[in-house]
Nanobody
Framework: QVQLVESGGGLVQAGGSLRLSCAAS????????MGWYRQAPGKQRELVAS???????NYAESVKGRFTISRDNAKNTVTLEMDTLKPEDTAVYYC??????????????WGQGTQVTVSS
């Protein structure tokens, strides 16, 4: 079994910053792509940012230049630095990781979600 535990959400004023962290634990060989998604009330879950095991990143257009994703492969953690936050960034943020649970076998896992609220 693999568990993803998120931390770092909260309430912040517009223009402020927050850092989200996600740590993978359990039984696995390695982590492949790791990323963050978010879901606002009444909206579909959307990709915010992702990062491969070699460090290639992908960002949603709405967060480019404001958010930075990074990872520590040795610790199997992924971090999302969020700067210049806007009220429209308010959502539940979910960590997602594709884990190699056995050699050559990959499975996706989700964290429980952490609330980010940006006040205007």
């Amino acid at each position: 079994q693999v568990q993803l535990v998120e931390s770092g959400g909260g309430l912040v004023q517009a223009g402020g910053s927050l850092r989200l962290s996600c740590a993978a634990s359990g039984s696995f060989v390695s982590s492949n792509v790791m990323g963050w998604y978010r879901q606002a009330p009444g909206k579909q879950r959307e990709l915010v940012a992702s990062i491969t095991s070699t460090g290639s990143t992908n960002y949603a257009e709405s967060v480019k230049g404001r958010f930075t994703i990074s990872r520590d492969n040795a610790k199997n953690t992924v971090t999302l630095e969020m700067d210049t936050l806007k009220p429209e960034d308010t959502a539940v943020y979910y960590c997602k990781a594709e884990m190699q649970v056995r050699w050559g076998i990959f499975s996706p896992y989700w964290g429980q979600g952490t609330q980010v609220t940006v006040s205007s």
